[in-house]
């Protein structure tokens, strides 16, 4: 662990703050609004402080959000009638 690295551990646990270990830890339930809101408060709090961690959390939120909602896309409904045509006669539809 590197000088800096231990400096920060102790500077978060100075402020009362979790860690950065332990905000990786509790992202998940973070997210997901699982934590009691002290907990809650703390890692926003840390959040604000810590650069690494921030981007840690936006990066994970966003990945999330993408596994959650398939993408929406619109056929043209002539195109989508040209496909079924093609299947129907070689036998898939």
């Known amino acids: 662990m ?16 979790p860690t950065c270990e332990e905000v990786d830890q509790f992202a998940y339930d973070f997210l997901e609004g699982q934590l009691d809101p002290k907990t809650t408060h703390q890692v926003k709090r840390h959040l604000k402080t810590c650069k690494n961690c921030h981007r840690f959390m936006e990066s994970y939120r966003k990945t999330r959000s993408l596994g959650q909602s398939p993408p929406s896309i619109a056929l043209d409904p002539e195109f989508k009638e040209k496909i079924l045509e093609f299947l129907s006669r070689k036998g898939g539809a």
């Open 2 to 17: 590197s000088v800096k690295t231990r400096m920060m551990k102790w500077m978060f646990r100075m402020m009362g703050l």
